[in-house]
């Protein structure tokens, strides 16, 4: 806002505004505003790098807070730092960072306590709860409370390579609309991207009992896989490891068929 942009004057703010708005339905404004303002145009794009672009590298936009790969110990240890953080501070942002770390230790009641109570006021629509809460419900098996919330979050490019769209699918298949999970699953399909919903769509084709269309999948995985780069490789070496293990599992019928 104190520099010269001369042409790309506009440009900026339009970057500006974008970051704004994509941080305050976070959550988030508070860590960023500072940047966005005083840093027009590289606080911008550093924002951009760090809240939008890093986000869709793996093929899923959710991320599970770091806690969920520790030690039970440490869990322990993060869960009562946060805790009092919160009784210190009542914020949107200390109650977020609780109800993730309750979700990915597996205390969903007490996620979605959190979730439910601070969808209020300015926060009312914001994605990241929001797509946690689908999460919570679907781990609980409230299939009939993950649809609504993923009606409402059908548009933003973010849900799309979600792990909340997932959970939006297979509660679409778990209430018996096989028809639009099976289109849920074919939009999240991509070559060379997409690979823990791919994998998702084959367990989704084996439990309809399309084995080969299956086979299809994973074995479409697993050819794209040597041609990826090591960053996404690594970063999806699970899904392909539970692909091969997929079509070990195949019945020998099925993979000559």
């Known amino acids: 806002m104190f520099f010269n942009y001369g042409s790309y004057y506009y440009i900026i703010i339009a970057l500006q505004v974008y970051c704004a708005v994509h941080s305050y339905r976070r959550g988030t404004l508070g860590n960023w505003i500072f940047f966005i303002i005083f840093l027009p145009l590289l606080g911008s794009l550093f924002y951009i790098y760090r809240e939008v672009l890093s986000n869709r590298g793996s093929g899923s936009s ?98 799309a390579r979600s792990k909340a769209h997932i959970a939006y699918t297979i509660s679409l298949e778990n209430l018996g609309e096989t028809e639009q999970a099976e289109n849920e699953f074919k939009a999240m399909k991509g070559r060379y991207s997409y690979f823990e919903q791919r994998y998702q769509y084959g367990l989704f084709l084996i439990r309809a009992g399309r084995e080969k269309d299956a086979r299809q999948i994973f074995t479409d995985m697993l050819n794209e896989e040597s041609q990826l780069g ?4 690594k970063a999806n070496r699970v899904w392909f490891g539970k692909a091969k293990e997929e079509l070990r599992n195949i019945p020998e019928a099925e993979q000559t068929a």
């Open 62 to 159: 959710f991320k599970r807070p770091i806690v969920s790969t520790m030690p039970v110990i440490n869990q322990k240890v993060n869960i009562k730092k946060l805790e009092e953080q919160l009784r210190f501070a009542d914020t949107f942002a200390n109650k977020i960072n609780l109800a993730d770390a309750y979700l990915a230790s597996g205390l969903t009641d007490k996620a979605i306590d959190l979730y439910t109570t601070s969808l209020t006021g300015a926060f009312a629509e914001n994605e990241h709860v929001m797509m946690q809460l689908m999460i919570a419900y679907f781990e609980q098996k409230r299939y009939a409370e993950v649809i609504p919330l993923g009606k409402k979050l059908y548009k933003p490019p973010q849900f």
């Open 230 to 233: 090591p960053v996404e490789r």
